[in-house]
């Protein structure tokens, strides 16, 4: 799996952005403010974005203010952190674990969020997913012990 990161102005990014959908199929998007005067419930959506997960979609993201981090796992479960500012486009694929965390100095950034398709946002988090299977593998060794 390839992270891509790429430069785009992020003022004139039009042209780009619509070359770029075109390229890679992507369908739909929008602009999310992220700012506690901008956002609804800003408190708990940032906790969640913080929370180490991953989505069955690609998710992309189109910096066009702002700061912040995408840190993402490696293959070896180490943390990568990848700073994210104002013209950085990342495409980051589908499984991936990861988790979205603001700047130390500038808490607030603008995404535009592209889509491949209208598939409702799905997001998995990496702490529940241990549980169900913990969870799992008591209901086997129990299964086992009956027979
Ligand atoms: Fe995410």
Redesign the pocket.
Same mark, same amino acid.
């Given at each position: 799996m390839i992270i891509m990161l790429m430069k785009v102005d992020p003022v004139n990014y039009r042209e780009d952005i619509d070359r770029i959908s075109a390229e890679y199929g992507f369908v739909r998007e929008d602009i999310v403010e992220v700012f506690p005067h901008t956002l609804e419930d800003f408190d708990y959506w940032i906790k969640r974005?913080a929370t180490e997960? %991953? %989505?069955p979609d690609s998710?992309v993201r189109f910096a066009l203010s702002g700061k912040g981090y995408f840190e993402v796992r490696s293959q070896d479960d180490q943390w990568i952190r990848i700073e994210v500012v104002a013209g950085d486009f990342l495409i980051?694929p589908s499984g991936i674990f %990861?988790r979205?965390v603001f700047h130390e100095e500038e808490k607030g950034i603008v995404f535009l969020r592209l889509f491949q398709d209208d598939a409702p946002y799905r997001?998995y988090f990496r702490e529940k997913e241990a549980q169900a299977k913990a969870a799992n593998t008591t209901t086997l060794k129990t299964a086992t012990l009956v027979h």
């Amino acid at each position: 799996m390839i992270i891509m990161l790429m430069k785009v102005d992020p003022v004139n990014y039009r042209e780009d952005i619509d070359r770029i959908s075109a390229e890679y199929g992507f369908v739909r998007e929008d602009i999310v403010e992220v700012f506690p005067h901008t956002l609804e419930d800003f408190d708990y959506w940032i906790k969640r974005f913080a929370t180490e997960h %991953h %989505h069955p979609d690609s998710e992309v993201r189109f910096a066009l203010s702002g700061k912040g981090y995408f840190e993402v796992r490696s293959q070896d479960d180490q943390w990568i952190r990848i700073e994210v500012v104002a013209g950085d486009f990342l495409i980051l694929p589908s499984g991936i674990f %990861h988790r979205f965390v603001f700047h130390e100095e500038e808490k607030g950034i603008v995404f535009l969020r592209l889509f491949q398709d209208d598939a409702p946002y799905r997001i998995y988090f990496r702490e529940k997913e241990a549980q169900a299977k913990a969870a799992n593998t008591t209901t086997l060794k129990t299964a086992t012990l009956v027979h």
